[in-house]
């Protein structure tokens, strides 16, 4: 009968459990994200600012740019003035038209399409990449492989 390597099996189990951890995380990311859009209503936004801030990053030794974008827009006969915009693309200039999506019970809340389902995506493949890691661990824990590996060498 094989020895069980107990602690590449916790290894293994702990990278199971980070990466359902994961999986789970963008599970409820994309569902608040579609729940959202089923209610939500389109609205044209203008954008009426855009601040550039440029910082020295001491890491890589350069400049970094960041663009905050803020637009007005107007729903159901409010309006709502110089709301910043959560991105920021290379072409937007003032004036510019942009689409938001907004909750009709809560207005000053609202989404950009551009993005949103990207942090959800994220940790669905990193969270399928430590599964594969964690289960190919546990499966060397039982087989015994670091164990053959090593006997080879003496």
Excluded: Q
């Excluded at 290894?11 to 999986?23: M, S």
């Excluded at 915009?85 to 399409?113: Q, W």
Aim: glycine share 10%; charged share 20%; with cysteine.
């Amino acid at each position: 009968m094989k020895k069980v390597n107990w602690i590449t099996l916790i290894v293994g189990l702990g990278f199971l459990l980070f990466a359902t951890g994961l999986i789970l995380g963008g599970y409820f990311i994309n569902k608040s994200h579609s729940d959202f859009m089923d209610t939500a209503v389109a609205t044209e936004a203008t954008i009426v600012d855009i601040k550039e801030e440029i910082e020295y990053d001491r890491l890589d030794e350069e400049y970094d740019t960041e663009h905050t974008v803020f637009i007005s827009y107007e729903f159901d006969g409010n309006s709502y003035e110089n709301v910043r915009l959560s991105y920021y693309t290379s072409s937007m200039r003032i004036g510019n038209k942009v689409t938001i999506y907004c909750d009709p019970l809560n207005p000053s809340e609202f989404r950009a399409k551009y993005g949103l389902n990207v942090v959800g995506i994220v940790l669905y493949v990193i969270g399928g990449i430590l599964a594969l890691g964690g289960l190919v661990i546990i499966i060397c824990s039982f087989t015994g492989k670091s164990k053959k590996a090593k006997s080879a060498y003496n």
